[in-house]
């Protein structure tokens, strides 16, 4: 079984007491997943306890052996979304800044000396800022972008994983990590830019 599939009623029921000992060691980051998700501590804390609470009561749910991390993440996933939807309608995309082409980063580190081969240029950025200035960056995304993102460049999943904590196809979870990154480039660089990282900034042509 895949590991991101969250597992059916019908299959064997964790213990109670084990619940504790497989969410103490994941909750850091949790937490700092809820941080990018909602923007700020107070909600962060409100969504991982809610998460923690609902995961408590369906932890009959949970099929030992399997990823908890990521059954883990996916009610906290769903938890946003409804505190979001109680809170305010969804990000709309009018209004945002034009999407930056694709390449958009990778030339920006290349030509300023940051960018490692076979690496993500994306990544390479993020490893060097801020995580604040990273937070702040995944945060301005809608939500639908925002949460896959966060997903793949900081929790590490794959995109199967990430498919089964959004509950969406994986076509789906490509789609909007594509026009995620789009959108976060130029604000990772800006924020590359604040920190001294960089000096210049490049021209780049649109992609088609």
Known sequence: ???????????????????ESLL?????????????????RDDAQDLVQESALLAFRGFH?????????????????NCFYMSRRRKRPEQSLEGMEEEAPLLHLYVQTYHNGMHGAGRDPAREVMDRIEGEDVARALHSLPEEFRVVCTLYFME????QEIAGV??????????????????????????????????????VE???
């Open 206 to 208: 649109e992609d088609e």
């Open 24 to 40: 103490a060691p994941i909750v850091d980051r949790a937490y700092g997943m809820a941080l990018r998700l909602a923007g700020n």
């Open 156 to 159: 590490d999943l794959s995109y």
């Open 1 to 19: 079984m895949d590991a991101s599939t969250i597992p059916t009623p019908a299959a064997p029921a964790a213990a109670p007491a084990d619940f």
């Open 166 to 203: 959004v509950g969406v196809p994986v076509g789906t979870v490509r789609s909007r990590l594509h026009r995620g990154r789009k959108l976060l480039q130029k604000r990772l660089w800006q924020a590359a830019l604040d920190a001294g990282l960089a000096a210049t900034t490049v021209a």
């Open 61 to 77: 749910t949970f099929r030992p052996g399997t990823n908890f991390r990521a059954w883990f993440l996916r009610i906290l996933v």
